[in-house]
């Protein structure tokens, strides 16, 4: 489309023409993004954990934190931090005990 040959009132028409196309754009765009915002700000279970200071926690999301950069540097492998690891391996250290007695 050649615009310089179109005269003023067909310039001005496909200008109103626009501003309503942009306008339901944007307005498409914002009820989009406003749906995809209800997740922001959740909280999510941390998957690992510092052994050295368990305070420290990281959810998998985002950047790695520093304790967990220079582990993984030393060669300790991502799983050894795994929260739910951990706690299958406290389920095998229980079970491998002797059974406790009843009380009577």
Do not use: C
């Not at 626009?18 to 959740?42: I, M, N, T």
């Not at 909280?43 to 690992?48: D, F, G, L, Q, S």
């Amino acid at each position: 489309m050649n615009l310089s040959k179109l005269s003023l009132d067909a310039l001005v028409a496909l200008r109103d023409e626009l501003d309503k196309l942009l306008k339901g754009k944007s307005a498409e765009r914002y009820s989009v993004g406003s749906r995809s915002s209800s997740l922001r700000g959740s909280v999510v279970a941390p998957k690992y954990r510092n052994p050295d200071n368990p305070s420290e926690t990281w959810a998998g999301r985002g950047l790695k934190p520093r304790w967990l950069t220079v582990a993984l540097k030393s060669g300790t492998k991502l799983e050894h931090f795994a929260i739910a690891a951990q706690a299958k391996t406290a389920v095998v250290k229980r079970s491998a005990r002797k059974p406790r007695r009843k009380a009577k």
